[in-house]
């Protein structure tokens, strides 16, 4: 069965502080990893990641496939309060539209 | 000037009852998506379709059944709603052919069945 596992499940860090997020995949027909953050409402993209080694950034937010270890982390450095969400990665089948989400990581950054 | 639009936003209603939930994209992305969210927030795929086209339907009550009248509309109905159907229910839409895989994801629909 196709399945997405993110760790920690919750989080609880100071400003300033880095982060690391992670996200492993089992999922035949691997196509590409996608991350996403979710305040109150809706979820909003964040990456999309198709090749190992590879990192993407953006602003204090950065992000790193690993197709060996079918593994993503997201890094988020100078954490702001505003960081605080949950965020979700997907990984999406190949031939398919289909996305396996995982459970999501609760972040939580205190003033 | 809302990519994709659901409503309503909240939706309460008794056992039993039938309703409907209705998403609308402005996009031009041609594959529409409904995720059901349960309470732990975990994305669950519904259904999906493709230029009208149902191609994802994954093991949801036949109760649910969604309709797609053109590539820019994708309702969701459902009919006897059980209390289990509470959730909130997000719909999405791509455009996978341009290689950006990325969903643009309407606000929800917070529906509670009491």
């Known amino acids: 069965e196709d399945k997405v596992v993110q760790s920690p499940l919750s989080l609880v860090v100071h400003e300033g502080d880095t982060v690391t997020l992670n996200c492993s995949y089992e999922?035949?027909?691997?196509?590409?990893l996608l991350w996403y953050k979710q305040e109150k409402k809706a979820p909003t993209f964040l990456f999309m990641l198709?090749?190992?080694?590879i990192e993407k950034k953006s602003g204090r937010l950065s992000s790193i496939l690993d197709k060996k270890e079918l593994s993503s982390i997201l890094n988020i450095t100078a954490t702001q309060t505003g960081d605080s969400a949950i965020y979700l990665c997907?990984?999406?089948?190949?031939?398919?539209?289909?996305?396996?989400f995982g459970t999501g990581t609760r972040l939580k950054v205190l003033a | 000037d809302t990519a994709v639009s659901q409503t309503p936003k909240y939706l309460v209603t008794q056992m039993g009852n039938d309703k409907s939930i209705k998403c609308e994209q402005n996009l031009g992305h041609d594959t529409m998506y409904w995720y059901k969210q349960d309470s732990k927030k975990f994305l669950k795929i519904m259904f999906s379709?493709?230029?009208?086209?149902?191609?994802i339907n994954e093991t949801v009550p036949n109760r649910f059944s969604p309709k797609s009248p053109d590539k820019a509309h994708l309702n969701l109905h459902i009919n006897s709603l059980e209390l289990g159907d509470s959730a909130v229910y997000f719909c999405?839409?791509?455009?996978?052919?341009?290689?950006?895989?990325?969903?643009?994801f309407g606000s929800g629909t917070r529906l509670t069945v009491v």
């Open positions: 997907a990984a999406r089948l190949s031939g398919t539209y289909k996305y396996i």
């Open positions: 999405a839409s791509s455009f996978p052919g341009t290689g950006t895989d990325g969903y643009t």
């Open positions: 379709y493709n230029n009208k086209e149902l191609i």
């Open positions: 198709t090749s190992s080694g």
């Open positions: 999922v035949t027909n691997f196509r590409s």
